[in-house]
């Protein structure tokens, strides 16, 4: 069993920071690629960052140059650092990720984490 845990979000100011937290347990042998996801009140859910097992990452642009992924494979967590958040930031935080298990290697959801950013 696999369980991947989202963490880290809450209520801020616009300009402030958060870092948000996606951690793996359960009978994981190794993370793959990583991907942030948001979904906004009434909006489809898009990708905001995401890195790879080797460490390459891409950003949506909406974000460049104010989030930064990265990942701690010892920890079998993946971070999401956000910067200068914008009240247009504001969303539900998911992350999804290939996870090598004994029986294979699946995509997991984490139930998300709520980041809220008021002008």
């Known amino acids: 069993q696999v369980q991947l845990v989202e963490s880290g979000g809450g209520s801020v100011q616009a300009g402030g920071s958060l870092r948000l937290s996606c951690a793996a347990s359960?009978?994981?042998?190794?993370?793959?690629?990583v991907g942030w996801y948001r979904q906004a009140p009434g909006k489809q859910r898009e990708l905001v960052a995401g890195i790879t097992s080797d460490g390459s990452t891409n950003y949506a642009d909406s974000v460049k140059g104010r989030f930064i992924i990265s990942r701690d494979n010892a920890k079998n967590t993946v971070y999401l650092q956000m910067n200068s958040l914008k009240p247009e930031d504001t969303a539900v935080y998911y992350c999804?990720?290939?996870?090598?298990?004994?029986?294979?290697?699946?995509?997991?959801w984490g139930q998300g984490t709520q980041v809220t950013v008021s002008s």
């Open positions: 359960g009978n994981v042998f190794r993370i793959n690629g």
């Open positions: 999804n990720a290939a996870i090598a298990t004994i029986i294979g290697t699946l995509p997991y």
